[in-house]
């Protein structure tokens, strides 16, 4: 395992629309073994593959219950909303930003292996799925933020 440079904004790569998993080998489980040990040593709670200059539909996330791995991820059945906690980004440090999401949702897509996977999250996993996902399609949290600001002055900026 080796940890990752994350990419940061804004690097174009984290606008690109992330090209779908068909090969799993040995490269796809180094990338994601990588993927948790540098989402692990940046102390983030999801990172995605473009975040680490990969344009693949790959995702790590651990909201502190034990890592999760997702290929080729779909979001569906998303009920609810919520408003907090403010998300943060590993690529775009020093800001955080007020983003609606659904509460819950269940996830569909495939592990490591390609076999089908499936589970429902609700609260701050399915933020973080949400959030993990949006990278995949390009989508920053400043782009659909609805107030973004830096942690230490609460201060709005211009995204």
Partial sequence: MAIRRIVKYPDPILKEKAK???????RLHKLLDDMA??????????LAAPQVGISKRVIVVDDGNGLIE???????????????PPEGCL?????????RRAYQLRVKGQDRYGQPFEMEA????????????D???GIL????AERVFRPDEEEEVEA
Avoid at 37 to 46: I, L, N, P, R, S
Avoid at 141 to 144: H, L, P
Wanted: aromatic content about 8%.
């Fill in 122 to 133: 609700e609260d701050y996993l399915a933020r973080i799925f949400q959030h993990e996902v």
């Fill in 91 to 99: 690529s775009i440090p020093g800001l955080l930003g007020v983003v």
């Fill in 135 to 137: 990278h995949l399609n």
């Fill in 20 to 26: 779908p998993v068909t090969k799993f080998n040995e």
């Fill in 70 to 84: 997702v290929v080729n991820p779909e979001l569906v059945d998303m009920k609810g909303e919520q408003l907090s």
């Fill in 141 to 144: 949290f400043i782009d659909i």
């Fill in 37 to 46: 040990e540098t989402m692990y040593d940046a102390k983030g709670v999801g």
